[in-house]
């Protein structure tokens, strides 16, 4: 969905009876005044001017800002959801620099705004600098909001930059920060890429060389994260050398499971976890088709989204059973 910028008027282009207006108005605003915010909108005043200070902002902006990061009084809160409520209101207009309310939401940490702008129909993936509300929330560490994001169908692939070798997107940022809650939940995306490529920076030379989220878990002796990938559907490219596997490549890319090392191997081990946890997801996925196939047809009926669902899986992880059934 692309967002249709609407720029909000600018308080200074109006009369002179219609800035005074828009000053009381913005001064109610800012001590947090309902009544006289709503006195202001019922008279016909335009709630989505934006204030004559160089900022530009619009009151519903102004109302997210207000408070410190991740605190919001509930005087605020009852003001934004009267704003949010009039119908006039234009949820996508868009501030030159900061992006729309939903980006401007997830920067001040307001989870409890997140699904009413969603509910509102705000363009959930809009970018600031190529960065949007799900990626900001994930390299802010904002596990919550980034849940909320997800359930709404925020896209996880997106990157901080615009090519293949600008940045990491939402995976890549979990397992840079060693966050593995974070890493579960942005593997839980069904519209996840688990094998995008994207740029990895080696401290030891400063440059930039092609990677993905595999590689980058490795490189980062990112334990946990392996066996959680692996199982996931992230493979091995054999263009890329993975740290901790230089003398068993050949193995590794045979798909020769599970692997065996001439020593104790803590990358072996997580491999091999992987692959032992993906099997199982996928049998478990077979097992309860065989059920819902052999259950009668009313509780079958009563179950079709969750048969749908399974199905979906399924389908999707076709390559992985052919995969798994090799070794």
């Known amino acids: 969905m692309v967002a249709l910028v609407q ?9 002179s009876v219609q800035q005074v207006s828009s000053k009381v108005f913005f001064d109610a605003v800012g001590r947090g005044d309902l009544k006289r915010i709503m006195e202001f909108v019922q008279g016909g005043g335009d709630i989505n001017i934006a204030n004559a200070s160089i900022l530009g902002f619009s009151a519903l902006f102004l109302t997210i800002s207000h408070g410190p990061i991740g605190q919001m009084e509930p005087k605020r809160l009852a003001i934004f959801d009267y704003l949010i409520n009039q119908k006039e209101l234009r949820i996508n207009s868009v501030h030159p620099t900061m992006g729309n309310a939903l980006n401007y939401a997830v920067r001040f940490k307001r989870e409890e705004l997140i699904q009413p702008l969603i509910d509102s129909g ?13 990626l900001q929330a994930c390299d802010c560490g904002y596990l919550d909001i980034a849940r909320i994001l997800l359930a709404n169908g925020a896209n996880p692939n997106i990157r901080f930059g615009p090519s293949i070798r600008s940045s990491f997107s939402c995976m890549g940022v979990a397992i840079q920060k060693k966050n593995f809650p974070l890493l579960e939940l942005i593997l839980s995306s069904t519209s996840l890429d688990v094998n995008q490529q994207y740029a990895f920076q080696r401290s030891s030379s400063g ?11 490795f490189e980062n002796d990112f334990i946990d994260a392996i066996a959680e990938l692996i199982a996931a559907g992230a493979i091995f490219d054999p263009n890329l050398t993975y740290h901790g596997f230089e003398e068993i490549t050949s193995s590794l890319y045979q798909q020769e499971f599970p692997l065996k090392g001439e020593k104790p191997n803590k990358y072996i081990d997580a491999v091999n976890e992987g692959f032992a946890l993906k099997k199982k ?12 196939k052999k259950a009668p047809v009313e509780e079958r009926d009563r179950d079709k989204r969750t048969h749908e669902l ?3 899986i399924f389908d999707g992880n076709r390559g992985v059973v052919g995969l798994i059934c090799s070794y």
Not at 9 to 15: N, P, Q, V
Not at 122 to 130: L, S, W
């Open 207 to 217: 440059q930039y060389h092609l990677s993905n989220a595999l590689h980058q878990a």
């Open 122 to 134: 705000i363009v959930i993936d809009h970018r600031v600098g190529n960065v949007s509300p799900l």
């Open 310 to 312: 399974v199905q979906e």
């Open 7 to 15: 720029k909000p008027i600018h308080a200074s282009s109006l009369s």
């Open 281 to 292: 997801r996928v049998s478990s996925l077979i097992d309860y088709r065989k059920v819902l």
